[in-house]
């Protein structure tokens, strides 16, 4: 159990729409930020769920950085393989990279064999479940991000928001 908690205080999780809400240059600027920040506090390893938009920007992020932050990781926690298939709106560049995410993060972990109900919530609990913090891009509550990050308040992560405008938290 020692050893969970060690990697957990080591661990960080990515949340965020789908939809990003600005340009990403500026975003990746941020994302690069706070993965710098949260490796000089001895995060080494993050965690995201493998969807488009925040998760992959984030992802592509992490390891971007791999060179320069010796000992980075990711890990995609799917909640089912092909997940873009029942979603069904994914482009290519988006499938494209997906692809490319699948084949260089250092693990990826399927959490089911298929579609259920609730999977992407049981997705996003595994990925906080093993985490000391959250990184987020929440701009809506009502979200499955929404979701995410008041569950992770509930476990005690510490909460980091990435929106500019400085959305709070209730």
């Not at 957990?8 to 240059?25: I, N, V």
């Not at 799917?78 to 029942?86: D, G, N, T």
């Not at 999977?119 to 609990?125: M, P, S, T």
């Not at 008041?150 to 990435?162: Q, T, V």
């Amino acid at each position: 159990m020692e050893r969970f908690s060690e990697i957990r205080r080591m661990t960080a999780c990515f949340t965020g729409h789908r939809e990003l809400g600005e340009p990403p240059g500026e975003l990746e600027r941020r994302v690069d930020d706070s993965i710098r920040d949260l490796y000089a506090r001895g995060v080494r390893h993050f965690g995201a769920g493998g969807a488009r938009g925040f998760d992959a920007l984030a992802s592509e992020r992490v390891l971007g950085l791999k060179g320069d932050l010796p000992g980075l990781s990711l890990t995609l926690v799917l909640p089912f393989p092909e997940q873009y298939r029942q979603e069904g709106n994914w482009s290519r560049e988006e499938l494209a990279r997906f692809d490319a995410l699948l084949l260089r993060a250092d693990r990826v972990v399927t959490l089911e064999s298929g579609y259920s109900s609730g999977v992407y919530q049981r997705r996003n609990r595994y990925l906080v479940d093993r985490s000391a913090y959250c990184v987020c891009y929440l701009q809506r509550m009502r979200s499955g991000t929404g979701a995410t990050v008041r569950y992770a308040r509930s476990r005690g992560l510490e909460i980091l928001d990435l929106v500019p405008y400085g959305f709070r938290l209730p």
